[in-house]
T-cell receptor, first 115, second 116 residues
Framework: NAGVTQTPKFQVLKTGQSMTLQCAQD?????MYWYRQDPGMGLRLIYY???????DKGEVPNGYNVSRLNKREFSLRLESAAPSQTSVYFC??????????????FGDGTRLSIL | AQTVTQSQPEMSVQEAETVTLSCTYD???????LFWYKQPPSRQMILVIR??????QNATENRFSVNFQKAAKSFSLKISDSQLGDAAMYFC?????????????FGTGTLLAVQP
């Protein structure tokens, strides 16, 4: 998915380490999202940014911070990783919020394991 | 708060046959959007089909169609002439019309196997 790029694709951390997941989009979308996907639980929203300069908590924000660096980039940071944060993380983007039926475009995900 | 329920963790279908995946949702809103996403083993999230709640006509995209029952709050996905490439996890998702946020609420997914 050339439109939304996530780095890295895989990462293994030790408990207590910090890590930043990067997301960049070239689709000129104003809204960006971070989800986590766990077995049997679907995708859950961690944080989102409706537009450059704004961020808001989603359903499961604890243990995470985000930065909307500019219109293109939205990073997710784990300050002190915990085993419960082992998951697959997805970044997504979409167009202006008034067009609700516009689909979100997803990156390929980051598989993060915390030992 | 809105919720989305997919009650079938796994489904199986024979190649060339038809299968229906179930999705129900709970909301007090009168207008909203519904989506089906496909996630193959490659992990990509691929939009399959979308439906606007104010439209009575069921959406169709080639072999994929939905049965949208607004009163029953049901949004099932029908896959006709199933192909091996249809094997994937399928997620149903809800989005409010409210312009404050476009965040999606996902169901827990249905893993579809296609038997040759």
């Amino acid at each position: 998915n050339a439109g939304v790029t996530q780095t890295p694709k895989f990462q293994v951390l030790k408990t207590g380490q910090s890590m930043t997941l990067q997301c960049a989009q070239d689709m000129n979308h104003n809204s960006m999202y971070w989800y986590r996907q766990d077995p049997g639980m679907g995708l859950r929203l961690i944080y989102y940014s409706a537009s450059e300069g704004t961020t808001d908590k989603g359903e499961v924000p604890n243990g995470y911070n985000v930065s909307r660096l500019n219109k293109r980039e939205f990073s997710l940071r784990l300050e002190s990783a915990a085993p419960s944060q082992t998951s697959v993380y997805f970044c997504a983007t979409d167009r202006v919020v008034s067009f609700g039926n516009q689909p979100q475009h997803f990156g390929d995900g980051t598989r993060l394991s915390i030992l | 708060a809105q919720t989305v329920t997919q009650s079938q963790p796994e489904m199986s279908v024979q190649e060339a046959e038809t299968v229906t995946l179930s999705c129900t949702y709970d909301t007090s809103e009168s207008d909203y959007y519904l989506f089906w996403y496909k996630q193959p083993p490659s992990r990509q999230m691929i939009l399959v089909i979308r439906q606007e709640a104010y439209k009575q006509q069921n959406a169709t995209e080639n072999r994929f169609s939905v049965n949208f029952q607004k009163a029953a709050k049901s949004f099932s996905l029908k896959i006709s002439d199933s192909q091996l490439g249809d094997a994937a996890m399928y997620f149903c998702a809800y989005r409010s019309v409210d312009g404050a946020t476009n965040k999606l609420i996902f169901g827990t997914g249905t893993l579809l196997a296609v038997q040759p």
